[in-house]
């Protein structure tokens, strides 16, 4: 008996069982549903985490102030005053990993341009600072080193506050003001949406740092100093050539702890992805139980099935055919319910992802890398739950088999 012809006789028993078959695979087939969708949802999920993020600046580093201590209390980071102008000169001049560095200072407050008023956040940076977001101007242009040095009076707006402050104009030339203080609007930023927080990074606007340091805020030191290193693969030694240059401009002592943190997009983008897959991981396991439960079926009815043909057993036993012929025989028939149904399966599932997309809204993304592996667990199960009932078949002795009622 040669493959093709065991082939045959596993797939003749299947076709004349079909409803036993169909739901023999029901499990096999839910479970491999499951695993494509959940795999989808999960992959999926990672990349927009890392789009979003990465619409934040994909090479961004941020350096903050650190929680210091004082009589043994350690304050709040955002009540600390350790980063100043001298620290962003310094890291200008010194770090050579960096593409663009800005220094940030923002306060929020209420925005007013004639009869319309609006509660925004305004951002005081360096020109530099929408090369580091991977940030354009849709409109007008962005300020430049001269309204750094003179205090300048101007500002770039988001579209949200476009659209509160000048409904159905142009705002290139208009004037707002921001805590009474007058800023001139000489562009509008593209619209970038909600970052990963679901916060609306619309809702902004930007002017030069020094006018937002001593016009707005009256203060000397800086809540935070961004930068952009040269690529992704430098991100890391960018991070710490930072932390060495500021070490030395703050002074710190080898064993005290820093005054200041410096952290990466890269490191946000590994934290939330190492996240997801555990989650991911998580809905294939509770997903997976399905295809044991499938595969328990799969070994029920084909110990059922042996039972039945026991005559057939004996019969082919009887002219001629081996224990491993009769084995292959089962053990071929357990398989292809498997794939069948893992077939079946990958179709329903890429349905199921294609419903999540469109109703739901959920990001998906299918890889073949799934489609492959729920193939290869198919084959797996088969093999593994089949085995037992196909190799109690070739066990059996071709004259008691005969014998059989």
Known sequence: MNFLNLLKIAWKAILLNKTRAMLTMLGIIIGVASVIAML????????????????????????????????????????????????????????????????????????????????????????????????????????????????????????????????NENPIGKMIRFKNIPFKVIGVLKEKGENTFGQDQDDIIIAPYTAVQKRILAQTYLQSIVASSLNEENSEAAVNEIKAVMENQHKIKPEADNDFNVSSQQELISTFSSTSEMLTVLLVAIASISLVVGGIGIMNIMYVSVKERTKEIGLRMAIGAKGNDILMQFLIESVLISITGGILGVMIGLVATFCVKQFAGWPVSITMSSIIISFAVCTITGVFFGWYPARKAAQADPINALRYE
Do not use: C, H
Not at 53 to 64: F, K, Y
Not at 70 to 86: C, E, H, Y
């Open 40 to 167: 989808a949802i999960g992959e999926g999920s990672k990349e927009s985490i890392k789009k979003n993020i990465s619409s934040m600046g994909a090479n961004l580093i941020t350096v903050r102030p650190g929680a210091g201590m004082m009589g043994g209390v350690r304050s709040d980071p955002s009540a600390m005053q350790t980063l100043t102008l001298a620290d962003y000169n310094a890291l200008k001049k010194q770090v050579k990993l960096i593409k663009n560095i800005s220094p940030l200072v923002n306060g929020s407050g209420q925005s007013i341009a004639g009869s319309n008023n609006w509660p925004t956040s305004i951002y005081g940076v360096s020109p530099e600072y929408l090369k580091i977001r991977d940030w354009g101007v849709e409109e007008g242009s962005m300020f430049t080193e001269d309204d750094i040095e003179t205090y300048g009076k101007v500002a770039i707006i988001g579209k949200t506050v476009q659209e509160n402050l000048f409904p």
